[in-house]
């Protein structure tokens, strides 16, 4: 069964770090492209960064203060979000890159003082 189990989320206060971690139970993992997105209140759904397989990645205007990595071999996505904003505060969500396993629960992240 396919199945994307998001955690690590939390309250944290501006400028703190956290890291994410998606255990993701897809077939194919190590050959997909991988992505976290996150969806604020009141917002879209917006993707945040992407791996390949190969490790390349892509991020939205959260480069260099957010990055993303993969184990393989345990099927686990990461994100890792330093000197976070009040702005990062939202739901966070891992899938494939174009999303198509459905979604799991998500993390909330909410980043206030």
């Known amino acids: 069964q396919v199945q994307l189990v998001e955690s690590g989320g939390g309250l944290v206060q501006p400028g703190r770090s956290l890291t994410l971690s998606c255990a993701a139970s897809?077939?194919?993992?190590?050959?997909?492209?991988m992505a976290w997105y996150r969806q604020a209140p009141g917002k879209e759904r917006e993707l945040v960064a992407a791996?390949?397989?190969?490790?390349?990645t892509d991020y939205a205007d959260v480069k260099g203060r957010f990055t993303i990595s993969r184990d393989n071999a345990k099927s686990t996505l990461y994100l890792q979000m330093n000197s976070l904003k009040p702005e990062d505060t939202a739901v966070y969500y891992c899938?494939?890159?174009?999303?198509?396993?459905?979604w799991g629960q998500g993390t909330q992240v909410t980043v206030s003082s």
């Open positions: 899938n494939t890159r174009p999303p198509f396993v459905s």
């Open positions: 897809i077939s194919d993992f190590s050959n997909d492209v």
């Open positions: 791996i390949t397989s190969r490790g390349s």
